[in-house]
């Protein structure tokens, strides 16, 4: 092979190129994109920081990627640019005749395709130059930016680039006529967007279309996370096209019969197959994480749980046919479902998943009215055939239930992690913005298998909370709530009812004591029971409630610590008083962490809501040590003695007391060591901070509620770190930008004019140069 012709006839392609204003126009088209959206990005960062909000992302991660990142925002484009770049790379030939030039000349077909394409390759590296400027800019404004980040999306862009040209070069070789070129690039590049949706229902032909879609191909190595399957992928599909050019080619110089010729492309097709279905097989992939935090991968405890893990692991996905959510797990949606647990199969590539589709009873009245005189296997056939799936393949409830008892989910989606050994676990979907499990959910559902659940006992016979009713004032959505993420039984604990009066003592198993707003006193013989719990080192979580002092301050007492008489108040932002906000203490901070430490950083809007709240007073530490977690604000907070609505008499911060105006806790820690480890209880002066009702309240005007993130939070405490699995990664380094809003007028008329300018007199200068020749 001689590469001096394949340089001769690029150099020749790259001449003819910029003596066309078609390939100037581009590039000029390009930075200004470029530049457009890279200041519109960069303006809401900006906004972001003159607002006085914190900034708690990766600024790098913000302008390259999501909704309006740069490189998101071209690969959705850059398609558009490729056609007009490519049409007039064989076409040209043949509408000149010069074809028969090359064909008379001492070159070859690969050396033709290979100096064409790579001239293509300059080109696109003109076109990631432009893309990459935005990085001066980053390096000059962005402290710390993540650069391996940047240049993970820059390569995507490159690699996405060169295989749509290949695409395009091998169109332009069909036809004479550059416009029919074009549009059949477009055409071609449309099919492989959406060959990825046909045949999933077969299993042998969706590997193979799923594999072939370019859709989505370079998100993950712009989101910093290149894996060898999508490396293959791109270089593959090049070398199938470059392939099919010069089979093109060689079928024109040579003559050869029709099966011949078919054959030729045939084992082309049957080679990048092959090697398209080894790459992409787990076992197969390797990955590498560009991103500072490495965000795209596993977090330090989740990777400690799938190293425990030996042996074959099996996902099974139930589906009711008649569930709203059966499109998740469809047949047609398969390969994409599995990607979900792409991070989980890099670490354990022998993950199998399975489906089961079942019926149960309707619960759609519509149905039966739709389907008159039908049976409930009947509809179940005409519903699963309406959407493509096989019939066949369903079964009823019942026949599962020697498998799985479908009752307890409410026949809703449901998937059962089984190991090789029998363990079970199970995840759900969610009914929140994010609907799917993420990587703490499944890796507390994985880290079940490996070591005993945290069980704790919700105490009972008093008036507490009720960890299974759904009431206002009760605990079931925190504690048993299947469909809500935060749940504890999605967390990895076990919550059990537990009555002291039956049982006489804390049951052995019984890791953490759940006490919730005790509403009548305990009798000795349950006070003894506790203490002995106590003695032995067992961990409690204690809610309190105004008003319930004579009831509760007999078993606080016990560990050095008593609710202060009346009801905590302060004025909210609609100067109403039936919100406390607690803020988290330095002391949470260091010697906790977790949410705390985030509450400190975000202090000015950060607390847990309270809607009502008695404070806490430490009156004994010869047995425990106290620390304060939760304070309320000492300019803002007062201790009013009736509790009553304190809507009816409103006082003002100028009539109060000295005494009462202060700084009162609402959540203390007691510590101490107890046979060489550290003994943990944790005593809030609320009930209602963790209600079902004041869960779904959500965010409140002016305010970051942190109660959602106070229930992993306090158990992790309790439980040692053992549950939930902590996600958390090392915290990102560019979480500033020097930009201000007075410097980006200036930066947009550089990206936005300047560098389009500059592009446009460089392509002036070269038409006034080849006009003087």
Not at 475 to 501: K, P
Not at 740 to 751: D, E, S
Request: hydrophobic share 45%; proline share 4%; aromatic share 10%.
């Amino acid at each position: 092979m001689n590469r001096k012709i394949i340089f001769r006839i690029a150099r020749t392609e790259m001449a003819t190129l910029f003596y066309s204003p078609v390939a100037w126009l581009l590039l000029v088209a390009f930075a200004c994109q470029v530049g457009f959206d890279f200041s519109d990005i960069l303006s809401e960062i900006v906004k972001v920081k003159a607002l006085g909000q914190t900034i708690s992302f990766s600024v790098t991660a913000g302008v390259v990627l999501g909704m309006k990142g740069i490189f998101e925002v071209i690969q959705e484009t850059i398609y558009l640019y490729i056609p007009l770049l490519t049409m007039n790379l064989m076409s040209r030939e043949y509408a000149s005749g010069s074809i028969k030039l090359l064909y008379s000349s001492p070159v070859n077909s690969f050396q033709i395709v290979g100096g064409k394409f790579l001239a293509m390759v300059a080109f696109g590296l003109l076109f990631v130059a432009i893309l990459a400027l935005p990085a001066v800019t980053m390096a000059l404004t962005i402290p710390g930016a993540d650069f391996p980040l940047i240049l993970s999306g820059l390569l995507s862009m490159f690699l996405l680039i060169l295989t749509y040209c290949a695409i395009g070069l091998f169109m332009s070789s069909l036809t004479s006529y550059q416009v029919v070129a074009a549009v059949a690039t477009l055409s071609a590049l449309a099919f492989f967007n959406y060959v990825g949706q046909i045949g999933q229902s077969s299993p042998l032909i969706r590997e193979i279309t799923y594999w072939l879609s370019i859709k989505g191909r370079a998100s993950e190595m712009v989101g910093g996370l290149i894996c060898s399957d999508d490396v293959v992928y791109f270089l593959a599909v090049i070398a199938l096209f470059l392939s099919f050019t010069v089979i093109r080619i060689d079928n024109q110089r040579t003559r050869r019969s029709v099966t011949a010729k078919a054959l030729r492309y045939a084992l082309a097709v049957g080679a990048i197959v092959v090697v398209g279905f080894v790459s992409s097989r787990p076992a197969m992939m390797s990955f590498y994480d560009a991103t500072h935090a490495k965000q795209r991968t596993l977090s330090e405890e989740s990777q400690a749980v799938m190293r425990q893990l030996k042996g074959p692991l099996t996902i099974t996905t139930y589906v009711d046919v008649f569930d709203s959510e059966f499109d998740v797990a469809s047949p047609q949606a398969q390969k994409e479902d599995f990607a979900r647990f792409k991070m989980y199969t890099r670490f354990k590539p022998e993950i199998r998943m399975k489906y089961v589709y079942y019926y149960s009873e309707p619960r759609d009245s519509t149905l039966y009215k739709q389907y008159p005189d039908k049976s409930v296997p009947e509809i179940a056939r005409e519903v699963a055939r309406k959407k493509k799936l096989n019939a066949r393949k369903l079964c009823s409830a019942e026949e599962l239930q020697e498998r799985i008892d479908l009752r307890q989910e409410g026949y809703r989606f449901v998937r059962v992690v089984e190991r090789g050994s029998g363990e079970q676990a199970r995840l759900r979907l969610f009914d929140d913005m994010h609907y799917h499990p993420s990587e703490t959910e499944i890796s507390a559902a994985l880290k079940k298998m490996i070591v005993p659940p945290v069980k704790v006992g919700a105490l009972t016979g008093h008036g507490e909370r009720s960890v299974t009713r759904k009431g206002d004032q009760d605990y079931s959505m925190f504690a048993t709530r299947g469909r809500f993420r935060h749940s504890m039984i999605n967390q990895g604990f076990d919550v059990v009812e537990l009555d002291l009066e039956a049982t006489g003592d804390v049951p052995n198993e019984i890791g953490i004591l759940l006490i919730a707003e005790m509403r009548r006193p305990m009798s000795e013989r349950e006070l003894a029971a506790i203490d002995r719990f106590a003695d032995r080192g067992g961990n409690l979580m204690i809610l309190a409630n105004p008003g319930r002092q004579e009831a509760m301050n007999p078993l606080l007492r016990r560990f050095g610590i008593e609710l202060r008489p009346g009801i905590l108040a302060q004025p909210s932002p609609a100067n109403t008083y039936d919100l406390v906000l607690s803020r988290a203490t330095q002391e949470a901070a260091d010697s906790i962490r977790g949410f705390y430490r985030t509450m400190i950083r975000r202090a000015a809007y950060s607390a847990v809501t309270m809607p009502t709240a008695a404070a806490i007073r430490i009156v004994d530490t010869t047995r425990f040590r106290a620390r304060e977690l939760l304070t309320t604000e000492a300019d803002k907070t007062w201790i009013e003695l009736q509790t009553t609505d304190l809507t009816e008499t409103v006082p003002t911060l100028d009539s109060l007391a000295g005494e009462r105006l202060g700084s009162y806790p609402t959540a203390v820690a007691l510590t101490r060591m107890h046979a060489g480890r550290e003994q943990r209880i944790v005593v809030v002066g609320d009930a209602d901070c963790l209600s079902n009702a004041e869960l779904q309240i959500g965010q409140r005007p002016g305010v970051v509620s942190y109660n959602f993130s106070m229930i992993p939070g306090t158990f992790r405490y309790l439980c040692y770190g053992e549950f939930p699995v902590s996600s958390a990664r090392k915290p990102n380094r560019d979480t500033d930008i020097r930009v201000t809003p007075m410097t980006l007028p200036r930066i947009k008329r550089i990206y936005c004019f300047w560098i389009p300018l500059l592009i446009a007199l460089g392509g002036v200068l070269v038409w006034l140069r080849r006009r003087r020749r």
